[in-house]
């Protein structure tokens, strides 16, 4: 089955990470695009019950606390917990 995974990056220490996801496309599109366009300022196309932040705390491997930023929806063929990208 594939599934779509809120994909982020962390600005401090540069680690690509997951953070839950849907297995339904145009769930995975719309989230992208509603992250989008409140980055711009237009606000959400759709309200969904699970958008993803456009910027999300990390906590770092040497202890630090970064902030990540939303990258997109990775598609992927397996269901798991969270991963790294």
Request: negative net charge; hydrophobic residues 30%.
């Amino acid at each position: 089955m594939k599934w779509y995974y809120m994909t982020f990056r962390c600005r401090l220490c540069g680690k690509t990470f997951t953070n839950g996801g849907t297995s339904d496309k145009e769930t995975a599109w719309t989230a992208t695009a509603n992250a989008a366009f409140s980055a711009s300022g237009i606000g959400p196309l759709k309200k969904l019950e699970n958008q993803p932040l456009v910027h999300e705390t990390h906590c770092c491997e040497d202890g630090s606390f970064g902030v990540a930023d939303f990258l997109g929806m990775k598609r992927a063929e397996d269901c798991g917990d969270e991963k790294e990208v």
